[in-house]
């Protein structure tokens, strides 16, 4: 979240990413919540230090009567602290981060701004078929059985197509654990300060699956970033030890709440999948941190390279983006049945918004503390990237290729 310092310094620029970003907050009250929470902790203040001077005087009724006043005035004045306090954190909980200059300003995503595209999508000299298609004929998915088991948006992976997803996963796991990134196995199920810590909360609450039971803080991540950016949470970093770099599996829990009509049927828009997520937590400095971004893109665009897929990526607008977010790509990979790009990873800088939420900070070498800045970019997603394989992939007798950098991982280099 935002300091309530860095509110009153750059409150026009508050304003501007509150509008921009399509969120309501009310900066005029927190300031006045904080001033008056000032006022207090300065009227607890004076009251101890007069407690302290009464405690070094001979005692007498005077001083005892005097003692007792301060003692009731201050247990009001630490009631109202905490009142007030538990109030300034709701409201500024609610406060987006102000996105970097270069950021584009729009409503929504029409005015995300397109920076590249690789890779040319394939001709086909027939009819291509869809990826539901392409998987029932070939005996890979089975999407009436588990929406059966699983309810809507359930779904198998079955024979060539489940074996094509854990080698998808594994060999992008191997290549950036190559790169010295920390390969780590995420906890799918989190407690709640996690999801406030990575700014899914307050904002995304109906997107949660929240677990029942005994236990009453417990919920399914919906993706490695909120696990992993809470590793450190609460604790203190050497700068030396900066940046961490870390490749995390986990599975992913969505509720989709909202998206009823869009991508209802196939793998695209899931209540569950799998992915192996980037997430560094670095140094406060914003430029490192675009260097950083750089290279997360880069690891990603690697991989869709190496898939032989065509792509394109976006600068996200302010509307476009989420209320963590200082900057955002998308990368989108082509898809032929949507005659068109489908979103396959996203790219952010958080700045220190998360971990000022989880108290993540390090030391400098002068000795002073300052908190960490995060970043995450999604390295695949699957089965939504089995879509961009068995589609481009296809062939006319009704076959799928696999890409030869996944073949020595799936054993075969063709389904059908």
């Not at 949660?208 to 450190?232: H, Q, R």
């Amino acid at each position: 979240m935002l300091s309530v310092d860095f509110i009153r310094e750059n409150k026009e620029k508050v304003l501007s990413a509150l509008k921009n970003k399509n969120r309501v907050a009310d900066l005029d009250k927190i300031l006045s919540l904080d001033e008056k929470r000032r006022g207090l902790i300065q009227e607890a203040q004076v009251l101890r230090e007069e407690r302290n001077k009464i405690a070094k005087q001979p005692f007498t009724d005077e001083t005892k009567t005097r003692g007792k006043e301060i003692k009731e005035k201050l247990k009001s004045i630490e009631a109202d602290i905490s009142v007030t306090e538990t109030e300034l954190d709701r409201l500024v909980a609610f406060v987006p981060n102000v996105p970097l200059d270069e950021v584009p300003v729009g409503k929504d995503e029409t005015a995300n701004v397109e920076i590249r595209k690789n890779g040319t999508p394939p001709e086909f000299d027939f009819t291509p078929k869809n990826h539901i298609d392409l998987g029932l004929k070939l005996d890979i998915l089975d999407l009436e059985r588990g929406t059966k088991v699983s309810g809507f948006r359930g779904y198998f992976l079955k024979n060539q197509g489940a074996i094509l997803h854990m080698a998808l996963l594994m060999y992008v796991f191997k290549k950036l654990t190559a790169k010295g990134y920390i390969p780590l196995i995420a906890p799918a199920i989190v407690k709640r300060f996690t999801l406030f810590g990575s700014g899914h909360l307050p904002w995304g609450e109906k997107e949660l699956y929240k677990l029942n039971g005994d236990d009453d803080d417990a919920y399914l991540s919906a993706t490695a970033e909120i696990p992993v950016t809470a590793y450190f949470s609460n604790e203190i970093l050497r700068e030396s030890d900066l940046p961490k770099k870390f490749v995390a599996f986990s599975p992913c829990f969505r509720s989709e709440a909202g998206s009823y009509g869009k991508d209802l049927k196939g793998l695209y828009r899931l209540h569950e999948f799998w992915k192996i997520e980037q997430v560094v937590i670095g140094k406060s400095d914003v430029d490192e941190a675009r260097t950083i971004h750089e290279e997360l893109q880069q690891n990603a665009e690697e991989i869709l390279n190496e898939l032989g897929l065509a792509y394109r990526v976006l600068l996200m607008c302010t509307g476009d983006m989420g209320e963590p977010q200082l900057k955002k790509y998308d990368t989108e990979t082509w898809m032929p049945s949507r005659n068109g790009y489908g979103e396959t990873m996203s790219n952010s800088i958080m700045g220190d918004y998360q971990t000022r939420r989880l108290k993540i900070k390090y030391r400098k070498k002068d000795g002073t503390t300052a908190h960490c800045f995060s970043l995450n970019n999604t390295a695949v997603a699957s089965p939504r990237m089995l879509i961009a394989i068995l589609e481009n992939y296809q062939q006319k007798d009704g076959s799928v290729l696999i890409p030869k950098a996944l073949q020595d991982l799936t054993g075969f280099s063709k389904i059908g």
